[in-house]
């Protein structure tokens, strides 16, 4: 029987975007962080009354993350990518609360998109000063 060669690399997939890449990053963290969330609610007595800060604050630590990767992989103008991570974000979440709930345009949903984009900014700004 011959011996089995390793295998000498591993074959990676790598994201070239920056503003693509810290989306994706946002969207698992605010899985995970829902998930969390909602087996932390299922487990335990708490009220859901605190919901909505629960919701903005998961979707702001989410924008933090991705706009810190996409400031990273960008190298530079990391407010620039960061707040655009947080704008699409922000936009695709209206999409899907407009067309699946009927929700529109308030005072709530701009201040959400202003945490998002501030969230999103400022991880950008950390993600280009970060050392590689």
Do not use: C
């Not at 998961?58 to 530079?76: C, D, E, P, T, Y």
């Not at 707040?83 to 709530?108: K, P, R, S, W």
Request: glycine content about 12%.
């Amino acid at each position: 029987m011959m011996p089995v060669n390793p295998m000498k690399t591993v074959s990676q997939v790598r994201i070239p975007s920056p503003l693509f890449s810290g989306l994706v990053y946002s969207f698992t963290m605010m899985t995970i962080g829902t998930v969390v969330t909602s087996l932390f609610l299922l487990l335990t007595s708490a009220q859901e009354s605190s919901l909505h800060t629960i919701t903005t604050i998961i979707h702001a630590v989410s924008l933090f993350i991705g706009g810190w990767v996409s400031g990273k992989r960008a190298g530079n103008r990391g407010w620039y990518h960061g707040g655009l991570v947080g704008f699409f974000y922000f936009a695709l979440i209206f999409l899907v609360g407009f067309l699946a709930f009927d929700a529109g345009l308030n005072l709530q949903s701009l201040q959400l998109l202003g945490i998002l984009f501030a969230a999103g900014a400022l991880g950008g700004i950390l993600g280009v000063n970060t050392q590689k």
